[in-house]
């Protein structure tokens, strides 16, 4: 089973990974978290480059590419592999996150981007995707917190820079896809404390086995 967690900054997801964790491995199911960017040693150069706040010049077809290949990198070397061992992968944040962040909210071509992901994902897609959903200055606020606190790095705040209509664009790219993919994608309400949001990722994933 491949899952995959989305949001926009400060909305919890790395936080709530250990839960889903614990929620498999009482099933007695072999699990492994990963992340995009930054899923391999290779990736972790990329996310690097990526995420550094100085790299203000960073064209968004350049930063397009440079998530595809990470991604390209992170399929190869690792989701596959597990995922043909009969793992569950956990991934926070995969391809939504371009349709979201480099489409909706840059501007990218979203055609160029559907072109993209053909390419690098070769038809695979998250069995299911828990978007966790919250007001952006909520999450900011949250995010820039564990920044100045130092749980979060420094080095890592090119996208916490954008302004504050860069990341509503972000909320509300997300919501609209949910919408169109109600299927696979579940919105929790990470605004909640953590015992709630919990709570609700587990009500989805027992529900998600349930009718597998
Ligand atoms: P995170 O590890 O704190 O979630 O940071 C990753 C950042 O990269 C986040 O701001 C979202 C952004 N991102 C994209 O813009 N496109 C992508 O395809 C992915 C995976 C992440």
């Not at 889903?20 to 150069?45: A, H, L, M, N, S």
Request: glycine residues 8%; charged residues 30%; negative net charge.
């Amino acid at each position: 089973m491949f899952i995959t967690l989305e949001g926009i900054e400060g909305s919890g997801k790395t936080t709530q990974v250990n839960n889903i964790i614990r929620f498999f491995e009482k099933r007695g199911d072999d699990c492994i978290v990963t992340r995009e960017p930054g899923g391999t040693e290779i990736g972790k150069q990329i996310r690097t480059i990526l995420l550094n706040p100085g790299n203000r010049n960073l064209f968004p077809l350049a930063e397009l590419l440079l998530y595809a290949a990470d991604r390209a990198q992170h399929l190869k070397e690792k989701i596959i592999p597990e995922l043909s061992s009969g793992k569950t992968v956990i991934c926070d944040r995969f391809f939504d996150a371009t349709t979201i962040y480099q489409g909706f909210a840059r501007g990218l071509d979203m055609k160029l981007i559907q072109n993209l992901h053909h390419i690098v994902l070769d038809d695979l897609k998250p069995d299911l995707t828990i978007l966790f959903d919250l007001p952006v200055k909520t999450g900011l606020t949250r995010a820039w917190k564990q920044i100045d606190e130092g749980s979060r790095s420094n080095a890592e705040t090119r996208f916490e820079k954008e302004a504050l209509a860069f990341h509503e664009k972000v909320r509300s790219g997300y919501l609209e896809l949910a919408g169109q993919e109600p299927d696979r994608i579940r919105i929790i309400d990470a605004s909640n404390d953590k015992k709630k949001v919990s709570e609700e990722i587990m009500a989805i994933l027992t529900h998600e086995l349930e009718n597998r």
